[in-house]
């Protein structure tokens, strides 16, 4: 089963798994979370959750993006009304992948930050390969996420670390990320795994209250 939005974000269904694998993708490979894309993202991600019999769901990118996160270049040219309806739709967003009535992994390569982070803990587990990293680099912009991270981040690795993350804008390897909790296996082949991990039936929702 293919997306019908293929712009941003690309849907197959793994017949053998019995498992919905989500890709996001962008000309420049970097998958930016622009507010068409962030649109897109939520719309197909709340038809997916009503299907008849909601399937396990994998969020992955490509070899070296998992997702660079907003589009800054198009956050620099919102008024203070635009930027507060772009922060309600990436809530919206997180929103739903945290609701999924199915587990949600995300399978990680390369670089996944800012937004890209909020979307990967939103989900219920993340897979990543070892050249993974991850970062909340706002504050070294003077900006902060709108999109739940500050609240679902200090839940996963707890609040020192988190801020050590989003005050410093600090980077942090696959290696580390599995030792803090950011991640929960770091494998060679982050979207096999997945798989794997989902037919094992060993894996089950890892739920948090809704953020607003």
């Given at each position: 089963m293919a997306s019908?939005?293929?712009?941003?974000?690309?849907?197959?269904?793994?017949?053998?798994?019995k498992v919905l694998t989500g890709t996001l993708v962008s000309p420049d490979f970097t998958n930016r979370l622009s507010r068409a894309c962030v649109a897109e993202l939520t719309r197909e991600i709340e038809r997916l959750a009503v299907a008849t019999?909601?399937?396990s769901?994998?969020?992955?990118?490509n070899?070296?993006?998992f997702s660079t996160g907003a589009d800054l270049n198009e956050i620099s040219q919102l008024s203070g009304p635009e930027a507060y309806e772009f922060?309600?739709?990436g809530q919206r967003l997180m929103n739903a992948v945290d609701n999924y009535p199915a587990?949600?992994?995300?399978?990680?390569?390369?670089?996944c930050m800012g937004g890209g982070l909020d979307l990967a803990i939103a989900c219920d587990y993340r897979i990543c390969s070892p050249n993974a990293i991850f970062g909340?680099?706002?504050?070294?912009?003077?900006?902060?996420?709108?999109?739940?991270?500050?609240?679902?981040?200090?839940?996963?690795i707890g609040k020192p670390r988190a801020m050590q993350m989003f005050l410093a804008a600090e980077r942090v390897h696959a290696d580390r990320a599995l030792r803090i909790g950011l991640v929960d296996l770091v494998a060679a082949d982050p979207l096999e795994a997945a798989k794997l991990w989902i037919a094992s039936?060993?894996?089950?929702?890892?739920?948090?209250?809704?953020?607003?």
């Open positions: 019908a939005i293929a712009e941003y974000f690309q849907v197959e269904k793994d017949q053998d798994y019999e909601p399937l769901l994998i969020l992955t990118g070899s070296k993006f922060a309600l739709l587990p949600v992994i995300a399978a990680i390569n390369g670089y909340h680099r706002g504050a070294a912009l003077g900006i902060m996420t709108g999109w739940g991270g500050t609240q679902r981040l200090p839940r996963l039936d060993s894996i089950a929702p890892q739920r948090t209250a809704p953020v607003s």
